[in-house]
């Protein structure tokens, strides 16, 4: 056998060795690589059920507010004639509880903000009346004006002008508030009526 071809074959041989190494090498890599992007897909997709569980968890909650909304008109009724001054007070009183609190859980803007405004009035007319309506008023026209714009909302459609005599009261707010503020610092407090978007 001659020297060259033991030669050859050995270098044959170690670059056979070498390739082979190279390759598991490179399958090495490869795995790792495949592994990486496999934890990373399996984390993105974790990420994202957990996010899709939150949007889930605050609709259902949303809806639970509109429904307690809606179940503290009919639990405490306000009726125009032949009740009470007293139980008219204790119905709007029991009403804005619930409003005050669950408005907060209403993801829709533009219905949280005049669910905020019905809570408003209503707070107000809890203690007196509300520009040219009284107490029994404000309660009767904040109950269909809740009615009408949570049923629109529930119904997926945009939500409705005001109705007739709500709509009055949400051109005199600033007027009313400023009424209802006077009569605050005449009896000698110092609080101030907050703005409503800060609600």
Not at 32 to 47: G, N, P, Q, W, Y
Not at 165 to 185: M, S, T
Request: glycine residues 10%; aromatic residues 6%.
């Amino acid at each position: 056998m001659e020297w060259g071809t033991v030669i050859a074959v050995l270098i044959g041989g170690l670059i056979g060795l070498g390739g082979d190494a190279m390759g598991r090498i490179g399958a090495r890599r490869q795995a790792r690589t495949s592994r990486l992007e496999h934890l990373e897909d399996v984390e993105t997709a974790r990420r994202q059920a957990v996010e899709d569980e939150g949007r889930r968890e605050k609709r259902d909650r949303e809806m639970r507010a509109v429904e307690r909304i809606l179940s503290a008109y009919l639990e405490n009724p306000i009726g125009l004639v032949n009740q009470l001054m007293d139980a008219t007070v204790l119905s709007i009183t029991e009403i804005v509880k619930v409003l005050g609190f669950e408005q907060s859980f209403i993801l829709d803007g533009e219905l949280r903000q005049r669910i905020t405004e019905i809570c408003h009035f209503l707070d107000l007319a809890s203690v007196g009346d509300v520009g040219a309506y009284s107490s029994a008023e404000v309660g009767f026209l904040a109950r269909n004006e809740t009615r009408m714009l949570l049923g629109a909302w529930v119904r997926g459609e945009r939500l409705p002008d005001s109705i007739e005599g709500w709509d009055e009261i949400r051109r005199g707010r600033a007027e009313i508030d400023a009424q209802w503020q006077q009569k605050l610092h005449e009896a000698g407090l110092r609080v101030r009526i907050p703005p409503l978007s800060i609600y």
